[in-house]
């Protein structure tokens, strides 16, 4: 009795009592059509036990009452139509084995049974849907509904278009699309309007208040040309999350968020052989230098979910090291991590670290790379890119290490500046190791990552937050970027295809105008270049080109196994010349002698011009917009 009591309390008690009595309903309706087309005169009661037992079962046994008719879809339909006929071909096997040959009379009723109770428990279901759904709309419309365009009629534009329904508050008044196939066609009953350049008539002719990009797979270029026409509309716009962002947990399909400049510049989502870089990775004790930093923490944070022995994080700085030290903690508590605080150029720090902890894997991200303030510190620069490069790389090797990453950068390649020269020397040390250690060295090389620590992307957003000017140095300047996790994805799979002494580099895709990223900031920002917010150029810094190289013209380079990485061939550089060199300039370094130390570097480098070492800024004359 109280096991009964607890049913009729179930609070989908409601559910199963109703779909029961569609049951008789069905099975009723079905003799009394067969009665009155039939001779044969068949009892309503023969059997209804039976029915009722089995088919109840078969509903219970389909998960039919697992889902919920507010939210009832095609899911259900097909549900609730496998419910129908499991059972009714269970009450046929059953009637079959109690009555024998006499179940030919049954035949029509059990055909016509499964079709009228799928009609009368699937329209119930859709009607409390569509009214939930309508009057919800109704309870919104005196708030003010927020008309809305979605660009994009794909699957992932009819999804946001239920995900919007199911919320509320808004009305999607159509999609567009530049299929042309869809013209006139219907989404879940919303009509597609025209092609996506109709977007600034159509905001008027339909006074919508938002427009959603649904296209997480678009390309760098696709998105331009939408953000363009949005930005032409004056519609407030939002953009779906990218297919990297749909990866994870915490984003889903309704996730609206604003267009922001990695969406404009990112390019087509990296696919990465993750199996050999599980297999390089996984079960190795990985050791990161300059961990704190935009690459090193990114890498770190990679490397984490690879399931790594032990991860050993090194940097000078205490914040930037406790920063990555609570994040790790704080998402990965089986991970054995250890931070370290310490400088790279310490002799001491390196022997110890490397010494007691004997990592498989080296990635050396550690470096000085603010070219400005490097260019009158030649004396930190040489110390920290050079020196503490030496240090990490000879201790490698020392204590057995199997893999050594050298993190580089495409400045290195022509250096017209001190710190692309102090690098281009790193990469020459390692190069050189290689040859003469059992240890593999490995040079990645790439440009400006978008949103790192110093870079111009958060330099023009403080700007613009100031309300301006924002400052570009030359109106032709170009810059290559990519992601920072784009960048650290690749530099892990450029480390485990490597057998030693290559320099890979990593496709950058096109380069950037600076003018271009500035005035996208500045839009993104909901202002308009020239009129809210000035752009002012002030002329070349000391040692800055207007165009960067990946190459260098004596580097010829092949593809590789991945699309996104190119092979480098190095120049070979006398390792007697350079180790005599680095020792003078060692001694340089300890006594602070910066000439001798641009003498040095003239001569590691010698494509670095005399110019290189210039602190006056170029001879251009500042252009002033917007005036």
């Known amino acids: 009795m109280k096991r009964i009591i607890e049913l009729v309390r179930h609070p989908r008690a409601a559910v199963i009592i109703h779909d029961l009595c569609m049951v008789l309903v069905a099975w009723f309706a079905a003799v009394w059509l067969i009665q009155s087309t039939s001779s044969n005169e068949l009892s309503a009661m023969s059997g209804l036990l039976i029915v009722l037992f089995l088919q109840g079962s078969v509903f219970w046994a389909t998960g039919l009452y697992k889902g919920l008719w507010r939210f009832a879809s095609f899911q259900d339909m097909w549900n609730i139509a496998r419910a129908c006929t499991y059972g009714t071909i269970a009450i046929m096997a059953v009637l079959t084995v109690i009555q024998g040959p006499a179940i030919v009379k049954w035949a029509p009723t059990v055909l016509s049974y499964p079709i009228l109770l799928f009609v009368l428990l699937g329209l119930p279901r859709m009607c409390y849907r569509f009214f939930k759904d309508s009057r919800m709309s109704f309870s919104v419309q005196g708030k003010g509904l927020k008309r809305v365009l979605i660009l994009g009629a794909g699957r992932s534009g009819a999804m946001l278009e239920r995900e919007l329904r199911r919320r509320g508050g808004f009305d999607v008044v159509g999609f567009l699309d530049d299929d042309k196939r869809l013209r006139g066609a219907q989404v879940h009953g919303v009509p597609v309007l025209g092609t996506i350049d109709w977007l600034p008539r159509a905001g008027a002719n339909y006074q919508v208040d938002l427009a959603i990009i649904a296209m997480p797979s678009a390309t760098n270029q696709q998105m331009q040309r939408i953000v363009g026409i949005c930005e032409l509309s004056e519609i407030e716009f939002r953009t779906l999350p990218t297919l990297q962002d749909l990866g994870s947990q915490a984003t889903s399909i309704g996730d609206l968020k604003r267009v922001v400049i990695d969406d404009l510049l990112g390019r087509d989502p990296v696919s990465l052989e993750w199996e050999s870089i599980r297999e390089g990775l996984v079960g190795k004790r990985v050791m990161i230098t300059g961990g704190g930093g935009s690459i090193g923490s990114e890498l770190c944070r990679q490397i984490a979910r690879l399931n790594p022995v032990e991860l050993i994080v090194v940097d000078h700085s205490e914040y930037s090291l406790y920063r990555i030290d609570h994040e790790l903690r704080s998402e990965h508590h089986d991970l054995v991590f250890h931070s370290v605080l310490g400088d790279i150029c310490d002799p001491a720090t390196v022997e110890k670290v490397i010494g007691d902890f004997k990592p498989d894997v080296v990635f050396h991200a550690a470096a000085y790379k603010h070219l400005p303030i490097l260019q009158t510190q030649i004396r930190e620069a040489f110390r920290n890119n050079v020196f503490g490069t030496v240090r990490v790389a000879e201790a490698a090797e020392r204590h057995g290490v199997g893999t050594f990453v050298l993190i580089s950068t495409d400045k290195a390649v022509n250096p017209a500046n001190i710190m ?178 641009q003498k040095a570097l003239m001569r590691l480098v010698p494509e670095l011009s005399k110019s290189g070492f210039n602190t006056e800024p170029a001879k251009v004359v500042p252009i002033h917009r917007g005036k």
């Open 420 to 597: 692309g020269a102090t690098k281009r020397v790193a990469e020459m040390y390692c190069q050189n190791m290689n040859a003469r250690s059992h240890t593999r060295f490995i040079t990645v090389r790439f440009g400006n990552v978008l949103n790192s620590n110093g870079s111009v992307v958060p330099l023009f957003q403080e700007q613009i937050a100031k309300g301006g000017p924002v400052t570009v140095t030359h109106p032709e300047i170009s810059r290559y970027f990519m992601t920072i996790s784009e960048a650290s994805q690749l530099i892990m799979q450029a480390a485990v295809m490597g057998s030693g002494g290559e320099i890979y580099v990593l496709d950058m895709g096109e380069p950037v105008n600076i003018t271009y990223l500035a005035e996208h900031l500045i839009r993104l920002a909901g202002k308009e270049p020239g009129r809210d917010i000035e752009v002012i150029y002030t002329g070349l810094r000391p040692g800055e080109k207007l165009f960067e190289q990946l190459f260098h013209e004596l580097e010829p380079y092949e593809q590789t196994t991945h699309e996104k990485i190119l092979l480098a061939h190095p120049r070979a550089a006398d390792w007697d010349e350079l180790r005599a060199e680095l020792r003078g300039s060692e001694l340089a370094v300890r006594r602070y002698d910066t000439e001798k130390l």
